[in-house]
């Protein structure tokens, strides 16, 4: 059984930087494909990022393209979200996310359907 559990979270100023964490279990590290969502208050869950496991080939969301870098750790089966120069409108509820089957390419990468296995998720706060 898939398992997916986030840390990291935390509020910071503006400007400032945060790594979230997603430590995996249930699948072989390295295949299929990881991404993170985020959800701000009130609104819908968005895509920000995805890593296909087997090349190493990343996606981001036009907002946090030069900001936000993901990457995998398989030998400790974890995702990372490293983010910098962050901004009040990145505040959200930041959620990792895996796919068995990657998605199609860089343009379908972004739907929700793709996504099949989800953490708890871990609050992400900017204040300005």
């Known amino acids: 059984q898939v398992h997916l559990v986030e840390s990291g979270g935390g509020s910071v100023q503006a400007g400032g930087s945060l790594r979230l964490s997603c430590r995996g279990s249930?699948?072989?590290?390295?295949?299929?494909?990881m991404g993170w969502f985020r959800q701000p208050p009130g609104k819908e869950r968005h895509w920000v990022a995805t890593?296909?496991?087997?090349?190493?080939?990343?996606y981001y969301t036009d907002s946090v393209k030069g900001r936000f870098t993901i990457s995998q750790d398989n030998a400790e089966n974890t995702l990372s979200l490293q983010m910098n120069s962050l901004k009040p409108e990145d505040t959200a509820m930041y959620y990792c996310?895996?796919?068995?089957?990657?998605?199609?390419?860089?343009?379908?990468?972004?739907?929700?359907?793709?996504?099949?296995?989800w953490g708890q998720g871990t609050q992400v706060t900017v204040s300005s």
């Open positions: 996310t895996r796919a068995p089957l990657c998605p199609f390419g860089e343009e379908d990468v972004s739907a929700l359907e793709w996504y099949n296995f």
């Open positions: 249930g699948y072989t590290p390295g295949s299929g494909c």
């Open positions: 890593i296909y496991g087997a090349l190493g080939i990343t």
